[in-house]
Structures are given as structure tokens and as C-alpha cells.
């Protein structure tokens, strides 16, 4: 059809699937495992339905302002999103518009190139080390902006703020983005450094750490500036992004620091204990600093292991792609559900010797 030759096509982002079996064990797209603070609740309780009659508040103020005052920054340093892959989009759209390419690297998250491809952005894959390490080095060719996810996804690995620096100083003259989606679990934030960068911007997200996937909340703190011009490409976008009761819910989030911390650390020590466990098991793999183990194992292949786990109702992530094939991404769930795990992929390497 001719029609179609003035189509803008794309091939678009896969997410994780979102099965819903009754004894389910969902450790496949790095959900937390335990419920959102208990005065999100409240919130939702009291909260006027009434209200909805009105369009809700353009700049998310109670959000971003409890935001503010949590990063110690101003206000108008935050930018508040549907989700961060909202920020994210909005970012691309904002700051990668150059000819020259965007750089981040070839094993990461697999939203990024499928923005630059829907914006038409050129861009630039930087092969991550043979331990899948970002090497600083790399980054200081010509380029048209920086993103990188710092703990990286999926490998899990983080880098030290000494690293990021080096990458930031070396490009002052683009924008640089982190993506902080699992800084929460035991990373350094890359906030400090926005006293010293002006083009610096660090995205994270509600959807892990604060076990709110499903009500979509992201943000960016960066420079005023860059704020501004996010704020302009967002109100000629759509300027009702976030609902009037998300933004109570992510404000009221925000404020229980005590139960933040509580469900992080849980997330830590599970992981660890996970970690004793798959070593155990043969399963080798760098060390995670987010919410999920990137794990191989040394005689059975991830894709089996993958499929096993799912006949057994465990749904882990599995990236068909080059250098990762052989990988499996597993959330962190509770201590419960990672019993559960380690005792299927026991008794199927057991299985698996015998055969
Ligand atoms: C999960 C994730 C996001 C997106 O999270 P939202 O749910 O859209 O907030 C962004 N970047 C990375 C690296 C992620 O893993």
C-alpha cells in the first residue's frame, strides 16, 4: 500500500511477560516483592474520588517537592515522569539532538535503541569489557550524548562514582544521563556530582526500589536548565502526564524513609543469601549490586534452565542476544520464593546428572 511508505515503523521494546498464575513464582521483570509503604495505602483510602473531575496538577508539586526536599535539592531540579521510561523518552527527545552519535553500551537496557530508533537519533553501541565493565576509555570519542544505566541492566554491575566521573568529565559538552533504576540496592548515586556538572542527569525510578511498578513513577534531578528544557519538550508533548492520585501516592512514598530502607535491605540480604546458593549450584556470575543475579551456569544451558523453571511456574528473564544468550536474569524475590527457586533448579541439575 502506498500509504504505508510514509509510516513511521518501528520495532518496538519487549517487555517482560506479565503471567498471572495462581502459585506463580515472578521473578522476571525486577518487581519488588513487597507490597508499596503503608501510607500509600492511606492515601488511597482517603483519597477524594471526586477529584477526579479535575484535570490534575501539571508539575506533579507534591511529588516533586517531597522529592526535592528527600534529595536535598530544589524543586525545580526535578521532573517528574510516568514511569522513568517516560523520563527517558522525554530525555532522548530533549537532549540527543545532534548529527553526531549518542553513545551507551551494547549489552544494556534495551529501551535505549529503540528511542533512538523511533527519534531518528544516530547512535553508537560501546562494547561493554569481557566482564561486561563500562570502560571510561571508550567514551571519550566524538558523540552526540551519553547514557548508561549505572547499576547496568541486565548485568547488575555497578560501577564506582570515580568511573562515572571520568565518563562525565570527559563529556562536558553533551548531556550526559544515568539511569539509576537500581541505585537503590547498595549503589552510589551519581546526585553529588551534579554540583560539579551542569550537564549531567540522573533518572531513577518507583518501580523498583519503591515497589510501585504499577502506578508508574519516575524522575530526573539535574541542573535547572536542564530541567527547563525537559519541562518545555514535555508541555508540547502532553502536559497531563501523571494522575492526581499517583501524585499523592509517590509523595506519601517518599516520606516513609524508614520503610524504604527496611524493604531495600530485605531485597540485599535475599540476594545474597541467593547468591551462596546458586555458587553452590555451579552458576557463576559478576556481583549485583541491583535487584537481580545475571547468572550462568557451567554445564546447562540458560535456555533450558529457563524453560524448565517456567514449566515449574518460576518465570526468570531470558535475552535471546548476542554475548547474554547464556544468561539468565533472576529477580530477587522474597526468601520464600527464592527457597523455592533454588530447590527447582536443585532437583533439575540433579535430574540433570542422571540423564
Ligand atoms: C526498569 C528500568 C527502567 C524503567 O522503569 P519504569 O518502570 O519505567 O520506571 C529504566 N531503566 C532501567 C535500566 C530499568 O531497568
Known amino acids: 500500500m502506498k500509504w504505508e511508505e510514509n509510516v513511521r515503523k518501528v520495532v518496538p521494546y519487549v517487555p517482560g511477560e506479565q503471567p498471572n498464575r495462581p502459585d506463580m513464582v515472578k521473578l522476571n521483570t525486577n518487581e519488588c516483592p513487597y507490597p508499596p509503604a503503608p501510607g500509600v495505602e492511606k492515601v488511597m483510602r482517603e483519597f477524594d474520588y471526586s477529584k477526579l473531575r479535575l484535570y490534575p496538577d501539571t508539575q506533579a508539586t507534591a511529588l516533586a517537592e517531597a522529592l526535592a526536599e528527600y534529595y536535598g535539592v530544589k524543586k525545580e531540579q526535578v521532573f517528574v515522569g510516568v514511569g522513568s521510561d517516560d523520563v527517558l523518552a522525554m530525555s532522548f527527545l530533549t537532549f540527543f539532538n545532534s548529527d553526531r552519535p549518542i553513545l551507551f553500551p551494547d549489552i544494556t537496557y534495551s529501551f535505549y535503541d529503540v528511542w533512538a530508533e523511533l527519534f531518528k537519533i544516530p547512535y553508537k553501541t560501546i562494547p561493554l569489557s569481557e566482564d561486561f565493565r563500562i570502560v571510561p576509555e571508550d567514551y571519550k570519542v566524538e558523540n552526540g550524548g551519553v547514557i548508561f544505566p549505572n547499576p547496568n541492566a541486565p548485568t547488575g554491575i555497578l560501577e564506582s562514582l570515580d568511573h562515572i566521573e571520568e565518563i562525565i568529565k570527559a563529556n562536558q559538552d553533551v548531556v550526559v544521563i544515568v539511569d539509576e533504576a537500581y541505585i537503590d540496592f547498595g549503589g552510589e548515586s551519581a546526585l553529588p556530582l551534579l554540583e560539579k556538572y551542569e550537564n549531567v542527569l540522573v533518572v531513577q525510578t518507583f518501580s523498583k526500589s519503591r515497589a510501585m511498578a504499577g502506578s508508574r513513577i519516575g524522575f530526573a534531578i539535574g541542573n535547572e536548565k536542564l530541567i527547563s528544557y525537559l ?100 529477580s530477587i524475590g522474597t526468601d520464600k520464593e527464592m527457597e523455592i527457586l533454588i530447590r527447582e533448579l536443585t532437583a533439575y541439575l540433579k535430574g540433570a546428572e542422571n540423564d
Open 231 to 330: 519541562n518545555d519538550a514535555k508541555f508540547s508533548f502532553n502536559s497531563y502526564t501523571m494522575d492526581s492520585l499517583t501524585i499523592q501516592l509517590g509523595a506519601a512514598a517518599v516520606k516513609d524513609d524508614e520503610y524504604f530502607k527496611e524493604i531495600t535491605g530485605k531485597v540485599v540480604k535475599t540476594r545474597e543469601w541467593t547468591k551462596e546458593e546458586l555458587k553452590k549450584l555451579g552458576f557463576s556470575f559478576e556481583d549485583s549490586k541491583s535487584n537481580f543475579i545475571f547468572a550462568t551456569h557451567k554445564e546447562r544451558k540458560a535456555e533450558d534452565i529457563f524453560n524448565y523453571l517456567k514449566s515449574k511456574d518460576i518465570f526468570v528473564r531470558y535475552f535471546k542476544k548476542p554475548r547474554i544468550d547464556n544468561y539468565l536474569r533472576i
